[in-house]
């Protein structure tokens, strides 16, 4: 078994009774080709709670400074991590970003770039939308419905796949692309309460 496999399990059997995870919409991740999972972001767990709800491996982005300690970083790699510069345009970050896409694999990604100090769905950054437009990938927009409280329910949905063909023929701009990925995070959390 992998280390991310094995991760993959531990924290499952962890954090699935701790937050009484109910997951919706887990056949609307395709199960091959590329993918690319964006989802709102409200707390520091909720790249695991992505990992271990998605029926598909996930390559996550992490800060760069988690890598600068050796061991740390070896780890974080093994369990499909890998390093970006925020605050800046890290073409290294993107560049593998789009090799994990064409080696058919699947990229999670927060568009807002950081947490929401609100819970409330920001703004996304163009990262997400560069990675939608550049790549064959299906898009799956994805919706953590909070609170992270021990005993409370955790609602993790992934919607269908978005039709991102015409934005990328109308040579939309990243942002664009960005900010309508967001609309339909926003649209998933709003189905949901209504």
């Known amino acids: 078994m992998s280390l991310y496999k094995f991760a993959k399990t531990v924290v499952a059997i962890l954090l699935f009774p701790l937050y009484r995870i109910k997951v919706i919409g887990k056949e609307n991740v395709p199960k ?25 491996d996930i390559y996550f982005m992490a800060k760069g400074e988690l890598f600068e300690k050796p061991v740390l970083g070896k780890l974080l790699t093994k369990i499909h991590a890998f390093p970006v510069r925020r605050g800046m345009g890290d073409r290294n970050a993107l560049r593998n970003g789009l090799k994990i896409l064409r080696n058919n694999e699947t990229l999670g990604l927060f568009p807002e770039g950081t ?25 799956v ?28 023929q109308n040579k939309a701009s ?14 998933i959390i709003d189905n949901h309460y209504s």
């Open 32 to 56: 091959e080709g590329p993918v690319i999972i964006c989802s709102n972001h409200i707390s520091n767990i909720d790249p695991p709670v992505v990992g271990i709800t998605s029926p598909r």
């Open 174 to 187: 990243a942002k664009d692309t960005s900010d309508a990925i967001m609309n339909e995070i926003r649209k």
């Open 115 to 139: 947490r929401s100090k609100t819970g409330k769905v920001g703004k996304g950054l163009a990262g997400a939308g560069f990675f939608a437009l550049r790549s064959k990938a299906e898009i």
């Open 141 to 168: 927009p994805c919706a953590i419905i909070g609170p992270y409280k021990p005993g409370k329910r955790l609602t993790v949905i992934y919607g269908k796949p978005m039709d991102i063909e015409t934005y990328r």
